[in-house]
């Protein structure tokens, strides 16, 4: 008697160490992380005034190039995410008379963190701040001395997209928005009718300025629709782009909307010299 309880209580320590093990280990899985990307196009109408080059307002057509990246973050997947997004837009445009071209080349580089909520089956609403940095110069070809105005600011922003997912038929549909707008900063103008040459001589008094609402003011809405044929999505979208400064007696009005169109997806990439666990959950980047 005494030797059949020791064999049955042998063996039920036997299963039972394995078990624990299994489901110690289920648990320290970490999930993984797919990445979302964006590719699009965009194209539409421009619209530009500088009173550092003309006193008229200017317009034409808007083409650009953007990227946007998501990924849930490591210290809590579930509740935070990550996101990246590059710009590249040129702008044409003419005077009322049609006798003058002024162009816009600009880029711009956004990088941010949101907290991830929930509220209703299907729905994720997020909000949170990002950075960035943008760059670019207006070019009037009609003027002779300073045919040029040069843009350039850092700024921190509120911004957070909600995010829906349902069905058109069988095809499942994600709709988000996503606005982004500047609460300060930092940003270069130099003065009405300063030349480029003295600011090369030595003159950088007053050039660069503290941005608020007041003199600085940005604006950019984004709203997508990604049509999950499969793997790959086709984005599809409007872009309303407003950017507006007032500073040294020069004001600057950027406005833009455009149509954009390309491709979208969620891609998971691993390294070899981890090993992959099939228990593994996946944790998506925007819902």
Request: proline share 6%.
């Amino acid at each position: 008697m005494l030797l059949r309880n020791l064999i049955i209580s042998l063996l039920t320590l036997a299963i039972a160490i394995p078990a624990k093990g299994a489901t110690e280990s289920t648990d320290s899985v970490s999930p993984l992380r797919p990445v979302f990307a964006a590719y699009t196009f965009e194209a539409g109408s421009g619209h530009l005034a500088d009173t550092y080059l003309t006193p008229l307002k200017y317009s034409g057509w808007h083409m650009g190039l953007d990227y946007t990246r998501y990924q849930a973050m490591g210290f809590d997947p579930d509740n935070w995410t990550m996101s990246l997004q590059g710009n590249l837009s040129v702008d044409k445009t003419d005077n009322p008379a049609r006798n003058a071209t002024m162009w816009d080349l600009m880029l711009s580089l956004d990088w941010g963190m949101m907290r991830k909520f929930r509220p209703l089956p299907g729905l994720t609403l997020a909000g949170g701040g990002s950075t960035s940095l943008n760059a670019g110069c207006l070019y009037n070809d009609r003027n002779g001395n300073n045919p040029a105005s040069a843009k350039g600011s850092w700024t921190v922003n509120l911004t957070g997209y909600a995010a829906y997912q349902w069905k058109i038929g069988r095809l499942p549909v994600t709709l988000m928005y996503r606005p982004t707008l500047p609460v300060t900063g930092i940003f270069f103008a130099p003065d009405y009718g300063e030349l480029y040459y003295e600011i090369y001589l030595g003159n950088h008094k007053g050039l660069v300025h503290g941005a608020w609402w007041g003199n600085y003011f940005a604006l950019d809405n984004l709203l997508t629709a990604d049509l999950h044929f499969g793997s790959t999505s086709l984005r599809v979208g409007y872009r309303a782009d407003f950017f507006s400064t007032k500073v040294n007696n020069v004001v600057t009005h950027i406005y833009n909307h455009s149509f954009v169109i390309g491709i979208s997806g969620e891609w998971l990439s691993f390294d070899p010299r981890r090993p992959r666990s099939g228990r593994s959950r996946i944790v998506s980047p925007i819902l």
